[in-house]
């Protein structure tokens, strides 16, 4: 059957979609528990990376492993058709409270949606991708991996993202900040405390002030901005002025422009407290940037149409306060969908060590297995609308030159 025949040629692929998830339940379901079972930081996750590529050969995917010169990315594909579609595929955890963003809920979702999609993949005229995205926790691997060419001719992306019960399903207006993390440090001068602190130059105190003074900006900020920070290093003993002080921080914005305007006013509280405590002061980017999140119309109509099909709650969503995502890059070139998947009965929020325990729980791999027919069934329709389909071809995502990105474990 050809996909442009017909607008609802999808629906003759439903069942059959349903069929090939609960085909694939019960391996997904153990690799999801592995993985939260065993919680690997950003380019470290050697184990869960090949959990799933291992899954992905079972179910006919031809797997690049090390994708981009990153080890712990890949690229599973499968079909051949003109329109390339990729399923991404998250699996970093926390550093101390493993998976309390449930990436192993995002790894499943997305695994199953491809490993049900893989035998349709020619009679929906697409080529499948499920990509292997690294340390989207800390690292921006999308970001490096979109640079670096692995999202070339890529014509839609999708994903989930599960977050804490009573948000509504429809993705539609939704959103995610742009962030940007960052390493103040200050250099002062080191003398003993108690004969000569006169001749020092207190770094220590310079990432008091900055604390201090971002604080107190924080009044002055829109309500949707948003600054983190903590100082990382301001001396080591008593009986020394501390030289050196090591101060990270970041800045969210639901906008570029704005973000950039809450970044620069940020670092002028940093220069102010080296200007009043006489330190140098020098300021370097530890991460990619990560962009706002944009969900595509058509591909949140699809997923939303799912849902209500599953009786979940997709009345209009009110936006997002916060979070973060290394899909915004991939959405601002490539039309995307990072819906939001609410576990029944999370009322503790993500990077909790109550919401990572939450993330391992029977009422959370339900979900996650609606979602991934959801995921399957916005891919199949998509797919299957004449418009839309040449809509996302024409969009086949064609950058500058990539290069081979080197990466060291943060």
């Known amino acids: 059957m050809s996909p442009s025949n017909t607008t609802t040629a999808s ?4 069942a059959e979609l349903v069929s090939g998830v609960e085909l694939w339940r019960e391996k997904v379901q153990q690799l999801a528990r592995d993985i939260h079972a065993n919680p690997e930081l950003s380019f470290e996750e050697v184990k869960s990376a090949a959990a799933i590529a291992e899954l992905l050969r079972q179910g006919g ?19 051949s058709g003109e329109l390339t579609v990729a399923l991404c595929v998250e699996y970093d ?9 449930g990436h192993n809920l995002i790894a499943g979702a997305s695994v199953a949606a ?37 999202f ?21 207006g939704t959103s995610a900040q742009a962030v940007g ?37 924080r009044q002055q900020i829109p309500s949707d901005h948003r600054v983190a920070m903590y100082i990382a290093e301001a001396g080591h003993v008593t009986n020394i002025i501390p030289e050196l002080a090591v101060v990270e921080f970041e800045c969210r914005a639901f906008t570029l422009p704005e973000y950039e305007s809450l970044l620069a006013r940020v670092r002028r509280c940093f220069e102010g407290a080296a200007l009043a405590t006489g330190t140098e002061l020098s300021f370097e980017a530890t991460e990619p940037l990560y962009e706002p999140l944009i969900q595509d119309d058509d591909l949140a109509a699809h997923w939303t149409a799912a849902m209500d099909h599953f009786g979940k ?29 609410s576990i029944p009965g999370a009322d503790v929020p993500i990077h909790s060590h109550g919401f990572a325990a939450l993330a391992d729980t ?19 329709d998509a797919a299957s609308n004449p418009e839309q389909r040449q809509r996302f071809i024409d969009a086949a995502y064609t950058p500058a030159t990539p290069t081979t990105i080197e990466v060291t474990a943060l």
């Open 61 to 79: 995917f031809e797997v690049e492993m090390g994708t981009s010169g990153l080890p712990t990315a890949f690229t599973a594909s499968v079909g």
């Open 313 to 341: 709650d997709t009345s209009p969503a009110a936006g997002l306060s916060g979070g973060s995502t290394d899909m915004g890059n991939i959405s601002q070139v490539i039309p995307s969908l990072h819906p939001w998947l």
């Open 362 to 380: 029977p009422e959370a791999y339900a979900v996650m297995f609606e979602a991934a027919i959801a995921l399957a069934w916005t891919t199949a």
């Open 181 to 217: 993390r960052y390493r103040a440090t200050f250099t002062g001068k080191a003398a003993h405390a108690a004969a000569a602190p006169h001749l020092g130059v207190n770094a220590a105190d310079a990432a008091v002030l900055s604390q201090v003074a971002v604080g107190l900006l």
């Open 93 to 101: 955890a926390l550093s101390q409270i493993g998976h309390a963003c």
């Open 114 to 150: 491809a490993l049900a999609l893989a035998p349709l993949a020619d009679a929906l005229g697409i080529t499948l991708k499920a990509i292997g995205t690294p340390a989207e926790e800390h690292g921006g691997g999308k970001a490096l991996m979109l640079e670096a060419g692995a």
């Open 11 to 14: 629906a003759s692929f439903h």
């Open 152 to 172: 070339d001719g890529v014509g839609l992306a999708l994903m989930v993202h599960p977050v804490q019960d009573g948000v509504t399903y429809n993705p539609a």
